[in-house]
């Protein structure tokens, strides 16, 4: 049976306690500017989580662009902090797991729900930025973006202009499926175009079954395709941020199928198929290449537990 996994949203890269060197501040994101300065959110509830159920869930996606329609209510269940402060400083899954170990051990172990309010017609980035004033006022966090030249994976053309077989502009026929449509059938294979790309779009999937592992989306841009990578199972862990150089504009529609390798030093001995890294390259053209960059990073100053409502 197909194990599917669903992204959130968008890309991490977080550091936590200060180094003691002083660092420029970054100069506010585009999106920060574009949502316009400090907002609020109208009424708001944060209540700590003590049930013993272990998923979660929000209404809005806390990781990416993806944003359904929520009539201004963010709607969030067993969440730890480390997600919420992701949600509002947008930040990408490599980012956010990468600060974890900079953070206290109670804002990954801790879950937390959070309810709130904002105008009907509020976008998504103005609700990060709510979300910045509730932790600032609930949880007293100090937080601020640097610039920091830091290691990253290059996500590149091999070849420059030309894509592999199973990486292609998107096509609208079949129509997408709806986001609240299920990704895998009844016998556990995931719902696919005729051409074998998943029939969901705007957020990459991974899976396994029983002939390997895959991933892939319908509709995504090569930006979203770098910074959910982190999902693709059985692919090499990712220790730092991938950042989309394949100069690819528009949107895509991408599959691709490799023998997972659950651990680097002993893959298992059956597998025949493609690493994850070959099957990158032979099935999308694409390669990741270690660089440096500048690259803005989350510094948490100062956090507490939360106060009461």
């Known amino acids: 049976m197909a194990r599917a996994v669903a992204l959130f949203g968008a890309s991490i890269l977080f550091m936590g306690a200060h180094d003691g060197m002083h660092r420029p501040q970054s100069a506010p994101s585009a999106w920060q500017t574009a949502a316009s300065g400090k907002l609020s959110f109208?009424?708001?509830?944060?209540?700590?989580?003590?049930?013993?159920?272990?998923?979660s869930d929000s209404n809005v996606p806390l990781f990416g662009e993806r944003y359904p329609p929520n009539g201004g209510?963010?709607?969030?269940?067993?969440?730890?902090?480390?997600?919420?402060?992701?949600?509002a400083y947008n930040l990408d899954i490599t980012r956010a797991r990468m600060l974890d170990s900079e953070l206290p051990k109670w804002t990954i172990a801790d879950r937390f729900d959070i309810q709130?309010?904002?105008?009907?017609?509020a976008t998504k980035d103005q609700m990060r930025l709510m979300m910045q004033s509730l932790l600032a006022d609930r949880f007293h966090l100090k937080a601020h973006l640097e610039t920091r030249e830091t290691k990253?994976?290059?996500?590149?053309?091999?070849?420059?202009g030309l894509t592999g077989p199973r990486l292609q502009p998107h096509a609208e026929n079949p129509p997408c499926a709806d986001a609240s449509s299920p990704l895998?059938?009844?016998?556990?294979?995931v719902i696919s175009t005729p051409e074998g790309f998943?029939?969901?779009?705007?957020?990459?999937?991974?899976?396994?079954?029983?002939?390997?592992?895959?991933?892939?989306?319908?509709?995504?841009?090569?930006?979203?395709?770098?910074?959910?990578?982190?999902?693709?199972?059985?692919?090499?862990?990712?220790?730092?941020?991938v950042f989309d150089?394949?100069?690819?504009?528009?949107?895509?529609?991408?599959?691709m199928k490799y023998s997972p390798q659950w651990n680097a030093t002993a893959p298992a001995?059956?597998?025949?198929?493609?690493?994850?890294?070959?099957?990158l390259q032979d099935q999308l053209g694409l390669r990741l290449e270690s660089t440096k960059a500048a690259v803005d990073v989350l510094v948490v100053e100062h956090v507490e537990q939360p106060s009461p409502n």
Request: aromatic letters at 8%; a positive charge.
């Open 184 to 189: 895998s059938s009844s016998n556990g294979s």
């Open 42 to 55: 109208e009424i708001a509830s944060v209540k700590q989580n003590l049930s013993s159920k272990s998923g």
């Open 116 to 121: 709130a309010r904002a105008p009907a017609g």
């Open 269 to 279: 001995p059956n597998d025949t198929g493609p690493t994850f890294l070959e099957a």
């Open 198 to 241: 998943p029939m969901r779009c705007n957020s990459p999937i991974g899976f396994v079954d029983s002939k390997g592992a895959g991933y892939g989306g319908r509709k995504v841009t090569m930006q979203m395709f770098a910074q959910d990578i982190i999902i693709a199972p059985g692919s090499p862990a990712m220790d730092r941020p």
């Open 152 to 160: 990253i994976y290059a996500l590149e053309l091999i070849k420059p």
């Open 245 to 255: 150089q394949t100069g690819l504009t528009g949107k895509y529609d991408f599959i």
């Open 73 to 87: 209510l963010f709607s969030a269940v067993n969440q730890p902090l480390s997600n919420y402060l992701a949600f």
